[in-house]
């Protein structure tokens, strides 16, 4: 794993978001794009950023209200037509144009583990929290991404073994695993 790596919009992004769940003292971590480009090394220019955090219904409310005064944009119409889906749609806005911030409660026991078990890395001067790499797999495995999932499982540090564990007791069995 690399430090991250990202243009300097959507490193404002991150750090905007990183500081609103830190006041918030909300355990979360960083998923898709921004985990994607530490695991892989790629920067980070462009996409959603994507962010799993343990909260309850009211820190849900709490942060949509934090957010609107931190230099996000939120839109109420938005907010409620994701109520269901257990997601807090948020644009970072800066003089260079907007980011999307997706803020995902972890609503099950998987999420819980990954952000418990979760690793750290940097950007800039600020640690973030991102899955582990075998975490990282299975949910770019649900996207479809099979040719990131392919560079993770190549990692002298993956557990190709745990994963398969994982994705068998979630109902996916071992055929998806790769390696």
């Given at each position: ?8 919009r959507?490193?404002r ?5 990183a500081?609103?769940l ?48 931190r230099?996000f ?69 649900m ?10 499982t ?18 996916l ?7």
């Open positions: 794993m690399h430090p991250i790596r990202a243009n300097a959507y490193a992004a991150i750090h905007a978001i500081e609103l830190g006041k918030l003292k909300m355990d979360s971590m960083f998923v898709g794009g921004v985990a994607r480009a530490a695991w892989l090394d790629v920067e980070l220019g462009s996409g959603a950023v994507d962010v799993l955090a343990v909260m309850t219904p009211q820190q849900k409310n709490q942060l949509a209200m934090m957010a609107a005064n230099g944009r939120v839109e109420r119409d938005e907010l409620d037509a994701a109520e269901e889906l257990d997601l807090i749609p948020l644009n970072w806005s800066d003089p260079d144009g907007e980011v999307r911030v997706h803020v995902l409660v972890a609503s099950n026991a998987l999420y819980g583990r990954m952000i418990s078990v979760g690793v750290a890395t940097e950007l800039d001067d600020r640690t973030v929290k991102i899955p582990r790499a075998e975490d990282l797999a299975l949910l770019l495995l996207a479809e991404d099979q040719e990131a999932v392919q560079y993770l190549s990692l002298p540090e993956f557990d190709l073994q745990a994963f398969r564990d994982r994705l068998a007791s979630i109902g069995g071992g055929e998806a695993a790769g390696g």
